[in-house]
């Protein structure tokens, strides 16, 4: 036994021996694999912290541990979103009351959140439609006697405003014809916009207010091109139980739905990119950009555009300006600009060219000074929003809903993904999606009872309408009611405006249809086992419930993680071909150098092992040692990140960080897998010269004779 | 006497491409123990082969090699290098010290690899060793730190440190000038004496041949001429061989 150890000690001698006398040789295979090593820590470590961060917010927001939905529908659930606008593949689940007995029966289950995913277009209100119905509000008290002096001098503010936008949109006209000649068209324009701005259409607007309204309404609003279409994607959800589940969900304005209360909340990222004034939002950017992320106006490209555009683009502030307002404005910007420029457009303009040097003064002054006098928001807090929407069968369905305030999901908020999801009360989901609510079957059932409508299965429909062209019989008028045809008159009654405050039963929330329902977990580490579980239970009950992890269930953004971890380990495994082919050489040529050393060795009386031992100790003495290094700096600066954090450059960053900086945190798996790949690759690039070693003759000692 | 290699009509060809050099072409030699053997003979006559397969680092193509009593063609690699270890030992033309160990470590290589010594047993023997070829005071040095004759006193110890039956060198003062190869040569004939080891070394230096107790020249792979010379009087080896005029 001792000789064992005497040989080994030998053996190691040897090869040690040899790293040292060749330095060089050394140094390089082993600065491959120490650079290998700290790879391998460093990107693992920060795939897992952005992996962790990714999971808890993306969990801790709409996901939840595992969702759940019928498994009769067609496509995959994407809670996400997705990237498309059609969220209609997914099949309904009946009764919510029924999915979550189900679901809360299976041990593991502690929450379980009803939900359904849809999107909507909704045509946002512009500037010159806000004035107009403003105005018209004035002319009907007016016309229904009211002349007090506060209403004729509103009436009159209105009236100057409107005639503000006029002018603007004349100006911008003419520009638009100079620009592209299009005759045709612009001319019709061009000419209702010229009779709009002259004096005589306002010297007779006062005769037949209703009349001038309709035609500015008609012919000049159309021409306003601020309006944008909104669009939104939403949850429908039990507010109250959505907020308790999701830790990640804040109130950033106003309240949260109040419960029994119909509403929507917009997502706060949404409010931003899409409500609020173009002007104020790139201000917002660039604003961020600086202070942030210490970016500069004049070396970066994106910050350059963003201040072209808000300086070319004050169309937009100027249609909200009145008369008054319009004098204001003047007034502030000439001081701040020390111009005597008139012209409010073109001082905006000049105001909104900004540079590293001002932009920060200027910032505080349009917050301070001029938005207390804009309408910041298109939509405001408190307003009620029209959402119009596609139910399933096709149809448009509208519900008004008071807008409560804003939300974000902590982590996501920058995500254009995850950031963009809105939300309000599943009773009004199911009203816009289609689905039959107690208060609409009432509705449906009065209306039906003043038109005399009768009711018509869907086969028979045709032959019910063009019954007598196509000479078939007329169809029983006594047919069984269709559920379906229900749900589709209920969205023909869509045009039939309801309270957006209408309160309604809480019970309804439980018992009525849903898409689909977020599942939190007591214990994480048995969601595979809940699954399986939540589908077994759904079997037994007859429920065709399909259970998908979060990751599956939160589409792109789910297996992003996983596509990161295929990229860097395929990066790692190239890294280490490639190191394994150079050490592979070295080590080759090192034995090429050692054939007189190794023949004597042989020659001498050690056995072939004796030989391959020693090559095989001497790769993992370097990989080991080098291994090590490389482990121990990696480990180093990702404690050392994990302590200052590491900052997301930009939106994209900040998502994948879920949150301004992210601080990667060491497992120790991390460090075991550096060193069992260097161990790895060590043995394996030893093992082609250690064979050609083996090969090595004795006689290799002997001279050369023959 | 005991023969210590018993060779018989071996041949050795080797292939070099396509065609086939023979390098030894029928050789028929027995050594006895205690014996100083020579074997000359001009670049490509096959001293080296003749000595390879004495040495059991290679086989013949034909005929027998005995070495030690057994017959190398039936061993397999593990076991002639076994019978390298255990019965011979080496002596080469360039040193071949393993350069990265000190002049004691050389030395102890081959008990280490015998794994019968006890350490205390091994350092006895490598330091009488080292004492006894004049290099008592130079265990701990690098062979880079030494001179040439020094190096082969190093190999000199490491082939007698297994107490081997025969010491085999190939062309042992080739690399060292006339005097330190005298010393060499002294002192490999003195341990010759004293130890009974038997030598055998091939040489194409006259005054070498002249320390021999036996001397065979190889020409063209085959036994040119064998016989006594020097002032030793061992017998001449009983080869089959007409005895030169």
Known sequence: MTALVDTLTV?????????????????????????????VVIGTSLLDSVDHAMSRSIIGSIAGNIQVYSSESKDDLDVMGGFSFDANAIEPLSDFARVKSVLMSVPNVAQVVPMGLNGSLTLSGNTVDQALAKLRTSVTAKTQGDSSAVLA??????KDHVRQIISVLQGDTENVKKLHDEKALANDDLASVTRAASAEFWATFDQDPLDHLEFLENRIAPLATDADMLFLRYVGTDPSVFAKSFDRMTIVEGQAIPEGKRGFLFSKYVYEE???????????????????????????????????EASTQVKELLLELDAPKTKLFRSKLQGVLHSSESDVGKLLGQFLSTNDENFESRYAFFYKELAPSLELYR?????TLTIKAFTRSGYVQSANLKVYGTFAFKGLEKSPQAGTMNMMDLVSFRELYGFMTDDRAKEIAAIRATSGAKEVSRENAESELFGAAEGAPSAAPGAAPSADLGTEL??????????GEQPYDPMQLEQGVILNAAVLVKDERKTEETIASIEAAGKKAGLPLKAVSWQKAAGLIGQFTTLMRVVLYTAVLIIFVVALVIINNALVMATLQRVREIGTLRAVGAQRRFILAMLVLESVAVGLVFGAIGTVLGAGLIALLGRVGIAAGNDVLMFFFSGPRLYPALASYNLLLALFIVLFVSVISSVYPAWIAMRISPREAMQSED | MTAIVSIKNATKDYRLGKVVVPALRGVTLEVSQGEFLSIAG??????TTL??????????????????GRSTAKLSERELTRLRLDTIGFIFQSFNLVGVLDVYRNVELPLLLQHTLSAAERSKRVLALLER???GDHARHRPNELSGGQRQRVAIARALVTRPVLVLADEPTANLDSVTGQNILDLMKELNRTEKTTFIFSTHDARVMAHASSLIRLADGKLAESGTSGPSSHEAAESGLGAMP
């Not at chain 1, 939509?379 to 307003?383: A, C, E, H, K, L």
């Not at chain 2, 000595?51 to 030690?68: K, S, Y």
């Open chain 2, 42 to 47: 001009p670049s490509g006559s096959g001293k």
């Open chain 1, 274 to 308: 899409q409500v609020k004034l173009k002007t104020a939002r790139n201000l917002d950017k660039v604003h961020e950009a600086i202070t942030i992320r210490g970016k500069k106006i004049a070396k970066d490209e994106e910050l350059t555009r963003l201040v072209r």
């Open chain 1, 379 to 383: 939509v405001r807090i408190g307003d």
């Open chain 2, 51 to 68: 000595l390879n397969l004495i040495g059991c680092v290679d086989t013949p193509t034909t005929g027998t090699v005995e070495v030690a």
């Open chain 1, 153 to 158: 001098q509103t009436y009159a503010d209105q």
């Open chain 1, 490 to 499: 209920s969205g023909l009654a869509g045009t039939h405006r309801r309270d």
């Open chain 1, 11 to 39: 053996v190691i001698q040897i090869a040690f021996r040899n790293l040292f006398a060749n330095r060089w040789k050394t140094l390089i295979v082993g600065g491959i694999i120490g650079f290998g090593a700290f790879l």
């Open chain 2, 133 to 135: 070829v004049g290099l």
